[in-house]
């Protein structure tokens, strides 16, 4: 088409023009990314509603009025704080589709208790450490989490008689019968077959104060499940990293850090991080931080962009208790506080602290407690994990600047 020249668009038209372009592009991408993994969502359900019709579904609120339009069973959601009864002690397992961050969340919905409930995460993201399984192994991975580890069971509920060893006993041998046919059996022990591991994840158990030295209330902006009276803790828990950053303040935090109540060193620098193993590929990663295996039980204690080039990461013992505490010699009268991403209102006033440590493990009857379990894909030989497979195809861990693999 030929434009004269009061008719040729301007510039700014034209620039305007590609922008909304680009904009409705990106809409369309990103509603179809949504529309794939809702796919994805209703055939798991679909296939754990028909291959295990005991357990029940619950869903985030969003997502289960989409799923009322899919499914023939009942779905059923959260109402929030003022909900009676947590979400978090009707669930026996929860499951993620997404990266690092939708795993996150998941683990910030128990933030305020003690017991986490297994982790299984699909991944669809493109970097990310936490997702274990492709969706292409759902019926399996699926399988494996809800059929327990009991080597015996098997045959006992095959020929309808008491089980020859203990669900729980040590170097029980199962006998097995000649006509078992395991493969039919739904809901029962998968005993030595079965792969599946859980990884216990270390978190962080949080404490904020106030310069008074009172702990304070638990303010985190995204945590709707968990109303304080129905918190089990005091404390906030994390997977990842509490941070103290200067925010828009221009100037340079001061803090005091203490381990185990006694003084180590001013930080001066924009934060300071401290995260768990699981935490260490994240913003304590791209500040300098070491990276530790999630089987170390240990705390790592990063500054953010310090003043001091001899500042260096730390990594400490996760039963030692450090204390950040906001000097006053700080020129803001207040920083910000974020756990696992998500922000604390009011930050930390000038001589408050925030005291961290790992957070304990315990079992008892019920089980453990402590930790975020994920399970994890097995069958690998020598007892190998992903963790290196992850620095080397993720990270590209020592890969050499111009050469190709």
């Known amino acids: 088409m030929a434009f004269t020249t009061s008719e040729r668009p301007s510039g700014q038209e034209r620039l305007f023009s590609t922008c909304y372009r680009c904009v409705d592009r990106i809409c369309e991408v990103v509603i179809q990314v949504l529309n794939s993994v809702l796919l994805l969502i209703v055939l798991l359900s679909r296939h754990i509603t028909s291959t295990y019709p005991s357990i029940s579904l619950i869903c985030e609120a969003p997502l289960a009025k989409s799923l009322h339009d899919h499914l023939s069973v009942p779905i059923y959601t959260d109402l929030g704080a003022s909900s009676a009864s947590a979400i978090y002690t009707k669930t026996d397992l929860v499951t993620t589709f997404g990266g690092d961050g939708t795993i996150l969340h998941a683990s910030s919905l128990f933030s305020a208790t003690l017991s986490v409930s297994p982790i299984l995460s699909f991944t669809m993201g493109t970097l990310g450490f936490l997702g274990e399984w492709k969706f292409t192994d759902y019926k399996r991975a699926f399988r494996e989490v809800y059929m327990s580890g009991a080597p015996s069971e098997r045959d006992a509920i095959l020929e309808d008689r008491p089980m020859i060893s203990k669900p729980f006993e040590e170097n029980a041998t199962p006998i097995p019968h000649p006509k078992a046919d395991w493969s039919s059996i739904r809901g029962k022990s998968l005993g030595p077959q079965r792969s599946a591991r859980i990884l216990l994840r270390n978190r962080l158990k949080v404490g904020i104060f106030s310069p008074t030295g009172e702990q304070a209330p638990l303010t985190l902006s995204q945590r709707s499940h968990t109303s304080p009276a ?32 006694r003084f180590l060193t001013e930080a001066v620098a924009d934060g300071m991080i401290i995260s768990t193993p699981t935490g260490s590929t994240a913003y304590s990663l791209s500040s300098g931080g070491s990276i530790i295996h999630p089987l170390v039980s240990s705390l790592l204690l990063t500054p953010i962009c310090p003043r001091s080039l001899s500042f260096r990461p730390l990594i400490l013992p996760a039963n030692v208790e450090i204390v950040l505490r906001l000097s006053e010699k700080n020129r803001g009268r207040s920083v910000e506080v974020s756990v696992d991403g998500i922000r604390r209102h009011g930050g930390l006033e000038v001589g408050g602290e925030v005291r961290v440590t790992g957070e304990e493990f315990d079992r008892n009857e019920e089980g453990w407690r402590g930790g975020v379990p994920c399970i994890m894909r097995g069958g690998q030989s020598g007892g190998n994990d992903g963790w290196v497979g992850g620095l080397n195809g993720l990270l590209k861990f020592n890969y050499p600047f111009g050469e190709e693999r």
């Open 230 to 261: 129905s918190a089990s803790t005091p404390d906030i828990h994390a997977l990842n990293e509490v941070l103290i950053h200067r925010g828009a303040d221009p100037h340079l935090t001061i803090i005091d850090v203490l381990v185990n109540k």
